[in-house]
């Protein structure tokens, strides 16, 4: 690896106290460390109220690394480019001090200011800091400053476009890198190259050969302490806005001219803007919600989600959405894209079922009433894969068909561990690749198509709870399939 591939940064983490740092960002930029990825000449600033000390951030960071295999001195050499900044963000002089500290690491490590400023805090606080780092002169250095933004960016239209007009006082667009962690893992990624890579697929990627697209990201976890946030956000606003229509742009965009950041985002921003609104009526015909209640998960059972911590035991507030969308363009129009969240599910897994339509005669009527369709799954998580599923001949003399699958496992290729989403996305940045993170056209057309969507739940009050915890969801959203004369391909389908 070349120098430019590894260039001289400081990285600074707002909220280094937190639950992201420790369980995400330490992790990751250890990984990054260890792989040779990091120049040997690096700081990270840990920044948040508490009277930490560096000492006090190293132990964390030892405390993050436990269970990850590495030797002791090396672990040492890592921790000791670890520092922390007692910091408060509505006061000056803390902008002043930290600035003193980077300058003054900058000098010992030859970095030449080259600055990550990463929002890992309450997201009231983002724009208010990105507006101190400029104006307290923290973004004027001899090198490159660059944003990361956690989720959530908002929680509607007007609030982003709010917080957006704040960062982009302080910050250009392209210093921005808004983190949709999606976008890091290795099989969403992989979209692209199955796509576009592959001569079989791209002819076949449309409507005259796609009868429909599934997409679930099913959690059995609940919201756990994170009840506050959840009952401000719900599904829709956690998993749809960002995650799950960014997985629809990626599958549904048109191919780009070249592999480059502004033509792949220019194509995924076109799907979101050919996306069908829903809105008044149609809400209740095209998306369902649900809110768990108790049940078994794991074989343990388990509380309702008004029973969780810092929940309003009456909330309105989905745990799962599941909804149709179309897509109107040349490429999509009739092809129902169906996505699925929800928490407190019966299974673990991220994954996209791709299916084809029929062929225009069964030649087999006589031994088989119905051939199986072909699928494409994509597995994203937690195993991470391609199943192609096929027709074949059942082994035999009576010549009947039967599926047929082909799969393909990350896991199976010999000393290949995929990185963390956060790993992949941090390297990204400090090389100032913002492909996978979201341009602001993308939250503005994404907050649109949704906001229109809780405009309508938010007036209606919903029969909650509505699903047992460990079950699939609610019955409607397997009739949102069954209308149109599907079913929620099983997630165990391709393994
Ligand atoms: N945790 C996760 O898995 C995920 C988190 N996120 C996002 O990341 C961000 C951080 O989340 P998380 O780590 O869970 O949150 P935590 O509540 O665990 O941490 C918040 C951090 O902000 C600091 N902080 C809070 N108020 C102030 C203040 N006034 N001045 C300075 N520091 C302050 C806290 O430290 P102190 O109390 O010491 O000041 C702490 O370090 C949020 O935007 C969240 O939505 C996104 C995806 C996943
Ligand atoms: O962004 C979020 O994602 C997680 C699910 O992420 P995954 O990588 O485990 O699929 C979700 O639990 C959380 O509520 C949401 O904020």
Redesign the pocket.
């Known amino acids: 690896m070349t120098r430019s591939n590894k260039p001289r940064t400081t990285i600074v983490i707002f909220g280094a106290t937190g639950d992201l740092a420790k369980r995400k960002l330490f992790p990751s930029i250890y990984n990054l460390y260890k792989k040779g990825q990091l120049s040997e000449e690096f700081a990270v600033v840990g920044v948040a109220r508490r009277p930490w000390t560096n000492e006090t951030i190293r132990d964390t960071v030892r405390q993050s690394l436990q269970g990850n295999d590495h030797a002791a001195e090396e672990l040492e050499e890592f921790c000791s480019h670890f520092y922390y900044h007692p910091f408060d963000v509505t006061s000056k002089s803390s902008y002043h001090e930290l600035n003193e500290l980077l300058t003054r690491l900058e000098s010992n490590y030859h970095i030449p200011g080259n600055r990550i400023f990463y929002m890992a805090m309450a997201p009231e606080f983002f724009g208010t800091i990105a507006v101190n780092l400029k104006t307290e002169g923290l973004t004027d250095t001899a090198g490159w400053t660059r944003l990361v933004i956690e989720?959530?960016f908002g929680r509607d239209y007007p609030s982003a476009y709010e917080l957006n007009e704040e960062i982009r006082q302080a910050f250009d667009e392209d210093q921005i890198y808004r983190i949709?962690?999606?976008l890091g893992?290795e099989m969403v990624q992989n979209i692209e190259v199955i796509r576009f890579a592959n001569a079989i697929f791209e002819p076949l990627w449309n409507n005259r050969y796609i009868s429909n697209i599934q997409i679930t990201?099913s959690?059995t976890?609940g919201?756990?302490d994170?009840g506050g946030?959840?009952e401000t956000?719900g599904?829709l606003r956690?998993?749809v806005q960002?995650?799950m229509l960014q997985m629809v742009s990626l599958l549904a965009m048109d191919p780009p001219i070249r592999l480059t950041t502004n033509e792949i985002r220019s194509e995924k921003i076109k799907v979101l803007r050919a996306l069908r609104p829903v809105t008044g009526d149609k809400v209740h015909k095209y998306f369902v919600r649900g809110q768990y209640g108790p049940g078994t998960v794991n074989g343990k059972e388990v509380d309702g989600y008004r029973n969780e911590d810092k929940v309003d035991p009456q909330s309105h507030t989905e745990t799962f959405v599941a909804g149709k969308l179309l897509i109107d363009n040349h490429r999509w129009a009739g092809v129902p894209f169906y996505i699925r969240t929800g928490?407190r599910m019966g299974i673990?897994s991220?994954k996209i079922v791709v299916q084809f339509k029929e062929l225009p005669m069964n030649l087999y009527f006589d031994k088989n009433d119905v051939m199986h369709p072909n699928l494409l799954i994509i597995h994203?998580?937690p195993d991470e894969g391609i199943s192609l599923v096929l027709n074949g001949k059942k082994i035999g003399p009576t010549g009947e068909t039967i599926p047929v699958q082909l799969d393909y496992s990350n896991d199976s290729v010999d000393g290949v561990n995929t990185p963390e989403?956060y790993e992949r996305l941090l390297y990204d940045c400090m090389l100032g690749d913002a492909t996978n993170f979201a341009h602001w056209d993308e939250l503005e057309l994404s907050w649109k198509y949704v906001d229109a969507i809780s405009k309508v739940w938010e007036t209606l009050p919903a029969q909650f709870p509505n699903y047992p915890s460990g079950s699939m969801g609610p019955e409607e959203s397997d009739r949102l399939l069954s209308a149109d004369g599907f079913h929620w391909w099983p997630l165990d389908t391709g393994k």
């Open positions: 989720k959530p949709d962690h999606y893992k990201s959690e976890l919201v756990e994170r946030y959840y956000s599904a956690d998993m960002n995650h928490k673990k991220t994203i998580q989403a």
